[in-house]
């Protein structure tokens, strides 16, 4: 089975003034339907590595590989272009359009895209219900609470059904509450369609709750590796089936 993502001793160096190196050597394979945390503390280098596997920046040395692609050999357009096919991202600070109703947000994606607008409003729609934020279709992002918007930006970040889901401290904006309902919706999005979802977070609580696997950073190096023993759940064969639900066996 291919790899989604495969880094292969990348590395990164910030020049400007002194020299600095964000990330140095670091190999990393993440197999299809891995929950993965990426954790360190500030200045380790998570969102260096975040940003090499989306394509929003480039390694200075060594190679990426996402969904079987190099990043590395692409222009901007076309990193753009299989940005949009084959990753979402969920940022910590939602990253909204303020003069679009939640539903244009989600089908800007999509038309971007090259979707048809009638194919892509039916999966817009169903994401919004999926996501239990159907009735705000119509509000814009400034009348939404903060998990609300949250919620609209996973829609928008599914809506071409890419296969990596990178989530950038997504509760990191939100209260608690709202924080554990959002990690809750990601951990069935991932059990119940085997959706691949990287997800940076500070919180090692919430990491060792959803994530299957932390990969821990320090000084642009990965120190740690570990993958955690599957949940109650999940050994007894329940899973949440987040089209309906139900709790499947």
Do not use: W
Request: with cysteine.
């Amino acid at each position: 089975m291919t790899n989604v993502i495969e880094l292969t001793q990348a590395s990164k160096v910030y020049s400007g003034g002194a020299a600095q190196t964000a990330l140095e050597d670091v190999s990393l394979s993440v197999a299809p339907g891995e929950f993965v945390a990426i954790m360190g503390p500030s200045g380790s280098g998570k969102s260096t590595l975040l940003n090499l596997i989306a394509g929003l920046d480039r390694p200075t040395s060594g190679s990426v590989q996402v969904c079987s692609q190099k990043l590395e050999g692409l222009s901007e357009g076309q990193l753009a272009k299989f940005r949009r096919s084959q990753i979402g991202v969920i940022f910590q600070f939602f990253h909204l359009l303020n003069n679009l109703s939640a539903l244009d947000n989600v089908l800007v994606a999509a038309e971007l895209a090259g979707t048809r607008r009638q194919e892509a409003r039916r999966r817009a729609e169903e994401l919004l219900a999926q996501l239990r934020i159907a009735d705000k279709a119509d509000a814009y992002p400034a009348e939404l609470s903060g998990g609300q918007r949250q919620r609209l930006a996973i829609a928008r970040a599914l809506i071409n059904r890419p296969p990596l889901l990178l989530a950038d401290e997504p509760t990191g904006a939100l209260d608690s509450r709202s924080g554990d309902e959002i990690m809750e919706l990601l951990d069935d999005i991932n059990r119940s369609g085997s959706q691949t979802i990287i997800l940076v977070t500070h919180d090692a609580k919430l990491a060792a709750r959803c994530a299957r696997r932390i990969v821990t950073l320090r000084d642009g190096r990965i120190t740690d590796d570990t993958t955690l023993a599957p949940s109650p759940d999940v050994a007894a064969g329940r899973l949440v089936s987040f089209t309906t639900g139900e709790v499947r066996r």
